[in-house]
């Protein structure tokens, strides 16, 4: 298990959530950290309040969301079919209209 030193912290928050869940059976065990005591005190209130989970995985969908569209800028500076991708998205008039719809700016 000291050999996967890039992912002892993942697999340590995994067992000790699994841990929790399956209501701490003797067979499983991990390593206790101050990480894995703040991960999961985070886990149990993200367990026991369903508003604040909700919160979360709004918050974790617009971040991916974010990243994405970063991404695709990114990569439209170096790669050809990226910018015209892009370009032909922009310059379309259905595309624009949807989008300033969705921001709220024009109405449907």
């Known amino acids: 298990f000291k050999k996967f030193n890039t992912l002892e912290h993942l697999l340590n928050s ?41 919160q979360e995985v709004k918050k974790k969908i617009k971040k991916r969301m974010i990243n994405r569209r970063v991404e695709i800028i990114f990569k439209s500076f170096f790669y050809k079919n990226y910018r015209t991708w892009l370009y032909n998205k922009i310059t379309d008039k259905n595309w624009r209209k949807e989008k300033l719809i969705q921001l709220g700016i024009k109405k449907p």
Do not use: G, M, R
């Open 14 to 54: 995994f067992l000790a959530s699994c841990f929790e869940v399956f209501n701490k059976p003797v067979s499983l065990q991990y390593t206790n950290s101050k990480k894995i005591q703040k991960y999961l005190t985070h886990f149990n209130k993200l367990i026991n309040d369903d508003k604040l989970l909700k």
